[in-house]
């Protein structure tokens, strides 16, 4: 996958932290190579949080307009 975080579905960015992590610990990977993945890390934590955000705020609008809305 390419660092464009913006295409990704939030299992992808999921899975590439993963990768990431991974990376880190088995790999060892040089100081250069190490902050190339931890700035990837940080943006995809963004990513996923403002996935989640959204989600969550979507959820609550929905659950409220049931909440509001008759039942017939």
């Known amino acids: 996958m390419d660092n464009d975080h913006t295409n990704y579905t939030y299992a992808e960015a999921s899975n590439r932290l993963k990768e990431i992590i991974t990376c880190i610990e088995e790999d060892n ?9 931890a700035d990837e890390a940080v943006k995809l934590i963004a990513f996923c949080r403002e996935k989640l955000t959204t989600t969550d705020e ?12 008759p039942s017939e």
């Open 29 to 37: 990977p040089d100081v250069d190579e190490l902050i190339n993945l």
């Open 58 to 69: 979507k959820i609550a609008a929905m659950l409220e307009k049931l909440a509001t809305t």
